[in-house]
């Protein structure tokens, strides 16, 4: 794992010390994200699509989620977020601060794995703690506590490298959220999980919010993941955000939940290359398949100077 990644899990002053709980983070705790004009890409090339020109904001406490076509520069948003990718061109601030670099304020789970091999489960996930000098005690009652949570009893002395991919996964997200941090970056966090797994991690997650928890940015291939967690769905396409979904509430007012799905599908159709269509027509059962292929589609718009 390099240093840049190490940085991402968010370190220096611990905004959770004291709380009691890892969840008690308190109403409001989360930080507002500004993105204005935001171009990202690599070696100095921008990635045509998504992260070319970015303007948007992100509430206070809001999670935000966000779809779009392989390839569409989900991800480098996030690394652009986590400050582990320099903008371009443009600024992103997290409650009011610059972003310049990753920052204790900020903590990522990874698409891929990011556990620190040589640790067992529960010093990953007690990891942050141990970077802020929390004391020894605490921060193991604490890293307990979401063992539990995530549901990872029995398993505190395992190495990662004995660990399943959907457990890995788990213990990246406790070691996101026990440092009750106010802004968290999640880059298909759930993807390695069964659907029970994944139904119960979703579900910690929306409860860690509900508490007054961090501003969540959160990307996912699943529409229907996006719709449950999202306050609003954003589908990023090849030229910058292509429509922005809020999610009406209550999210289980099936009416409205199958309108916003057909919007978001047919939206992200549209930005895979798909021929256009128009939002009236979508009917969301039979866009499903047709969206997934999209979502998945390689994305032949590669960087340019
Ligand atoms: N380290 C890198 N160096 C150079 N180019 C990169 C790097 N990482 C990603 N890219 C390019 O940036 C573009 C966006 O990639 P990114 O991983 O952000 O897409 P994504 O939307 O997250 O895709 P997926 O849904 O498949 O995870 C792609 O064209 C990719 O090839």
Redesign the pocket.
């Known amino acids: 794992m390099s240093t840049s990644s190490l940085a991402g899990v968010g370190f220096g002053s611990d905004p959770g010390s004291g709380a009691g709980s890892p969840s008690a983070a308190g109403p409001g705790s989360g930080c507002e994200i500004r993105l204005h004009d935001v171009v990202?890409?690599?070696?100095r090339?921008a990635?045509?699509?998504?992260?070319d020109g970015v303007d948007l904001v992100v509430s206070a406490g809001e999670i935000l989620t966000v779809v779009?076509?392989?390839?569409?520069?989900?991800?480098?948003?996030?690394?652009g977020l986590a400050g582990l990718l320099p903008t371009l061109r443009g600024r992103i601030s997290v409650g009011g601060v610059p972003v310049t670099g990753p920052g204790s304020d900020r903590a990522m789970v990874f698409?891929d794995d990011a556990l620190l091999p040589w640790l067992d489960v529960r010093r990953n996930i007690e990891f942050p703690l141990a970077v802020r000098q929390v004391p020894r005690a605490e921060r193991k009652a604490r890293a307990e506590e979401w063992i539990t949570r995530v549901g990872l009893d029995g398993f505190d002395r395992h190495l990662p490298g004995r660990l399943s991919g959907g457990m890995r996964q788990r213990v990246q997200l406790a070691r996101a959220l026990i440092g009750a941090p106010p802004v968290v970056l999640m880059?298909?966090p759930f993807g390695a999980l069964d659907p029970a797994t994944r139904a119960a991690m979703r579900a910690l997650l929306v409860d860690v919010w509900r508490q007054g928890g961090p501003t969540v940015v959160f990307?996912t291939?699943d529409v229907d993941e996006a719709l449950e967690i999202g306050d609003r769905v954003i589908v990023?396409g090849r030229a910058g955000i292509d429509t922005v979904i809020p999610v009406q509430r209550p999210r289980d007012a099936t009416a409205s939940r199958e309108g916003q799905r057909a919007r978001v599908l047919t939206a992200l159709m549209n930005s895979a290359g798909a021929p256009a269509m128009p939002v009236v027509a979508a009917d969301a059962e039979d866009l499903t398949a047709a969206a997934a292929t999209a979502?998945?589609a390689t994305?032949p718009?590669?960087?340019a100077s």
Do not use: F, I, M, W
């Open positions: 990202l890409g690599y070696r090339r990635v045509l699509g998504g992260v779009g076509p392989s390839g569409c520069g989900k991800s480098t948003l996030l690394r698409q880059d298909e990307v291939h990023l979502a998945t994305n718009t590669e960087v």
